[in-house]
């Protein structure tokens, strides 16, 4: 929808440097942007990448405002666009009602909801003002999906799941599976049934083909504000605290507690029955085995302080280098030897 430069800044609270009325018809990359479109420059470090775009205006912050262009400057482009990209796409709209194909079994659906093409929705089961359940959505029995919340095709809610307001959750995730819990002293491994639940609280987001088990006999629980990635894995009993943040391909095993603002960087892991600190950060392919107290950024297999992983491997890339000085040493030294008793 084109809008002008004066617009997007009265609505993001921004400044106009150059033409306010500048027409803006999309938002793209420095590289792809032409003379109708804005373009964002987040630091100095892209400077001449925004010189040589041709992007007709640029979202920029205090430090890059000296750059010739139209400019709309914000403290924090990256803030500004969470309100200017839904502009330029707005989400599809979605009228409300069931879908002829659609199951409903006893379940109470707000009118103003929506219950797309073959989903199902279960006994005792509650879908809240505005919520939208794509085609092949399976909502269990006796679970709550509150208001404005979003299932993409192909959700499924295992019973008694409660999903808070505003959540979405995308293509392919399971939420309330079963744990991955046996009794092995028998000689055989055998299924220990889980009689617990998943709930997500207010606007937690879950990306696609993700995975939350529910517990054994309490709730597996993600915090309001938390934001998993895609192929996430939570295991059974894990709790979350606010705005938590799991990056792709990570995993938390069963029963850990994880502190408030907590962040999983890609592929790492957290070892089960442990207490995470509220602010950790687990860095991308490290497996943390143990508690972590409050603020603590961890690296590395096993995990440990960050600042030291960092110099470990900067001495391991060394190594080859150190390996030929110490031979070096050593011939030297054996060559001695043989002078001394010749």
């Known amino acids: 929808m ?18 306010a009325e500048r027409v803006v018809r999309g938002i793209r990359s420095l590289e792809r942007a032409g003379s109708d479109d804005l373009a964002f420059v ?17 979202l920029v912050p205090p430090s890059v405002a000296a750059i010739e262009r139209d400019l709309l400057v914000v403290p924090d482009p990256h803030e500004a666009l969470v309100e200017i990209l839904p502009i330029f796409a707005p989400p599809s709209a979605v009228g409300p009602g069931i879908h002829p194909t659609a199951v409903v079994d006893g379940a109470r659906i707000d009118p103003s909801a929506t219950v797309g093409p073959y989903a199902v929705v279960g006994a005792g089961s509650e879908v809240g003002a505005r919520a939208v359940l794509h085609a092949h959505v399976v909502v269990g029995a006796k679970c709550i999906v509150s208001a404005d919340c ?23 995730v ?13 000689g055989e491994h055998r299924k220990l049934a889980h009689l617990g639940r998943v709930v997500l609280e207010d606007d937690v987001e879950v990306g696609a083909n993700s995975t939350v088990d529910r517990g054994m006999l309490e709730e597996t629980r993600l915090g309001a504000g938390t934001k998993v990635d895609n192929l996430v894995m939570v295991a059974h009993n894990v709790v979350t605290g606010r705005r938590c943040l799991l990056v792709a391909q990570s995993g938390v095993a069963g029963s850990a507690r994880l502190g408030d603002g907590v962040v999983l960087a890609a592929q790492s892991g957290i070892i089960g029955h442990v207490e995470i600190g509220a602010g950790t950060t687990v860095g991308t392919k490290s497996a943390l085995l143990r508690s972590s107290e409050t ?14 992983w960092k110099r470990q491997q900067a001495l391991l890339r060394r190594l080859p280098e150190l390996f030929r000085r110490l031979r070096a040493l050593e011939s030297g030294k054996a060559k001695r030897e043989d002078e001394e008793t010749s």
């Open 2 to 19: 084109p809008t002008t430069l004066g617009a997007l800044a009265r609505r993001v609270g921004g400044e106009v440097r150059g033409n």
């Open 42 to 58: 987040s630091s100095r470090r892209h400077l001449d990448r925004a010189r040589a775009s041709g992007a007709g205006a640029l």
């Open 150 to 172: 979003l299932l993409h095709p192909g959700v499924v809610l295992y019973d008694r799941t409660e999903l808070g307001e505003r959540c979405v959750v995308h293509a392919g």
């Open 174 to 186: 399971v939420l309330g599976g079963d744990g991955y819990g046996y009794a092995s002293g028998s």
């Open 295 to 308: 603020g603590e950024k961890v690296a590395g297999i096993p995990a440990g302080e960050m600042g030291a």
